[in-house]
C-alpha cells in the first residue's frame, strides 16, 4: 500500500512540474478547483454559459515561473463585454466588447510565485498575505464585466518575455479589496505579450524591511539579464527613527544596494520617487515626503540609473483636479459605500486613481527612452497628467471576492 501511494505521489508530482501547455475549453469546462483537479473554477463561482453571465474565477497549479496565457473572447450565444484580471486585480484587459459570433484573441504573459527561494529560505509573508493569491500555488484569472465571456484558455511557460519587478510600499502593490488600488496592478494593462509586470510590492514596507523579509532574495533567484527592477519607496522610510534614518543615510543606502543587486544580475534598475499624497498648500499641491525624492534621485544620478519623478507627476495630477475634486482620485468615500464607516484616505489611490499614476509611469518611462515603451500595445494613449481623464468616464468591474 505504501508503495503504490509513493507511485502516485510521485506521478503527481510529475504533472504538477511538467512544462507542458495547458488547454481549457471554457464553453464546456465546468470542474470545481480542488488540489487534486490542479484546475477549475475557483471561489465558488459558477462556469460561464448564455444563462450565467456574472463575474467567475478560475485557476491553475502551476510550478513558479512566467506564463503565457492566450484567452479567446466573446461568445457565439450573446454579445459580451468582458474584463479579465489576474491574481490580486491585476487588470489585463478592461471593457472589451464584442458583438455575437465575433471571436478575438488576446495573449498576456503572466507571473506566477511562491514563498519559497530553496530548501532553506523563504519570503518572510505577514499574516494577511498567507492567504492572498500572489502568494499561492496557482494562476487565477478573473473573469469580469457587464456580461463577460471567455471561450478558451490556453497556458504555456515563457522564457521570453522581459519581466519587469516591482518593489514597493501600498502605493505599488496589488491591492486585493474594493476601492483600494495602486498603480502597480493597473500597470500590466498598457504593455502587450512581450513584457510580463511581476509585482512584488507589500503594504507597509519600507526599503529595509523589503530586503530585510527576504522579498528581494526572492526577486533575485528568479530575474535574468536584461530584465528590469522598479524601486518606489518612501511613504513609510520617512517614519523611521534613528541614528540611520533620514533620506540621504539608510535610504539612500538601500536604493543603492538595490541598483547593485540588478546590477549583478544584469538586470536593469529604474528608480522611482514616492506617489504624492493628497496635500494643498496655498490652492497648490504640496509635497509631503520633505526630502525624499530628492534622495532618490541623487542615488539615481550616482549610479547611473534612470529616474522617475513619480512625485511632482502625481503632483500635477492631483492638482489638476484641485483641493476638493482631488478626492476623486483617493479612497475617499461616506459612511455606507465601502462599509459601515466613511473612509478618508489621501495616501492610497482608488481604482479610477490607480488607473491615472499607472499612466504617470508609462509617461515617465517615455521620457527616459526606456526600450520597454516599444512594448506598449495598441490601448496605450499618450497622457499628461495636467489633463487627465475624467472620473466620470471611468468603467471599473468591481471584484465580487476579496
Known amino acids: 500500500m505504501k508503495l503504490h501511494t509513493s507511485i502516485f505521489i510521485i506521478i503527481l508530482a510529475l504533472v504538477y512540474s511538467a512544462e507542458e501547455t495547458q488547454f481549457f475549453d471554457l464553453t464546456t469546462e465546468t470542474t470545481i478547483y480542488s488540489d487534486s483537479t490542479g484546475y477549475g473554477y475557483d471561489f465558488k463561482t459558477k462556469p460561464q454559459s448564455a444563462k450565467n453571465k456574472a463575474p467567475a474565477f478560475f485557476s491553475i497549479k502551476v510550478p513558479d515561473g512566467n506564463y503565457k496565457v492566450t484567452f479567446e473572447v466573446g461568445s457565439d450565444e ?30 498576456f504573459v503572466v507571473h506566477k510565485r511562491t514563498p519559497k527561494i530553496d530548501d532553506k529560505t523563504s519570503v518572510g509573508l505577514k499574516d494577511r498575505e498567507k492567504t492572498s493569491l500572489v502568494w499561492d500555488e496557482k494562476i487565477t484569472f478573473e473573469f469580469n464585466g457587464k456580461t463577460p465571456s471567455i471561450k478558451s484558455l490556453k497556458l504555456e511557460p515563457d522564457t521570453n518575455a522581459v519581466t519587469v519587478f516591482l518593489c514597493g510600499d501600498s502605493t505599488v502593490v496589488d491591492q486585493g479589496s474594493e476601492p483600494w488600488a495602486s498603480w502597480g496592478q493597473i500597470f500590466p494593462r498598457w504593455f502587450d505579450e512581450n513584457v510580463c509586470i511581476a509585482n512584488y510590492a507589500e503594504s507597509g514596507e519600507t526599503s529595509t524591511s523589503f530586503m530585510g523579509e527576504r522579498r528581494l532574495n526572492k526577486i533575485l533567484s528568479m530575474i535574468k539579464k536584461g530584465d528590469y527592477l522598479f524601486v518606489e519607496f518612501g511613504h513609510n522610510d520617512e517614519k523611521n527613527t534613528g541614528d540611520n534614518a533620514g533620506p540621504y543615510k539608510n535610504y539612500a543606502q538601500n536604493l543603492k ?45 550616482n549610479e547611473g540609473v534612470p529616474f522617475i519623478p513619480l512625485t511632482d507627476k502625481t503632483m500635477d495630477l492631483i492638482e489638476s483636479f484641485g483641493s476638493q475634486d482631488s478626492t476623486k ?3 475617499y468615500y461616506d459612511a455606507g459605500t465601502y462599509g459601515p464607516t466613511a473612509v478618508k484616505d489621501n495616501t492610497h489611490f482608488n481604482t479610477f486613481g490607480a488607473y491615472e499614476v499607472s499612466k504617470c509611469v508609462v509617461m515617465g518611462l517615455k521620457e527616459i527612452n526606456s526600450p520597454l515603451v516599444e512594448h506598449l500595445n495598441k490601448e496605450w494613449k499618450d497622457f499628461d497628467p495636467k489633463s487627465p481623464d475624467k472620473p466620470d468616464e471611468f468603467v471599473w468591474a468591481e471584484t465580487p471576492v476579496h
Open 78 to 107: 450573446f454579445d459580451s463585454e468582458t474584463t479579465i484580471r489576474t491574481e490580486n486585480r491585476r487588470s489585463l484587459l478592461e471593457n472589451f466588447f464584442t458583438r455575437k459570433g465575433k471571436i478575438q484573441t488576446f495573449s
Open 257 to 301: 544596494t538595490f541598483v547593485d543587486k540588478a546590477k549583478e544580475k544584469g538586470a536593469n534598475a529604474v528608480i522611482l520617487s514616492p506617489t504624492a499624497r493628497r496635500a494643498f498648500e496655498g490652492g497648490k499641491a504640496s509635497n509631503t515626503h520633505g526630502e525624499y525624492p530628492a534622495a532618490a534621485k541623487k542615488v539615481a544620478e
Open 329 to 331: 482620485l483617493y479612497v
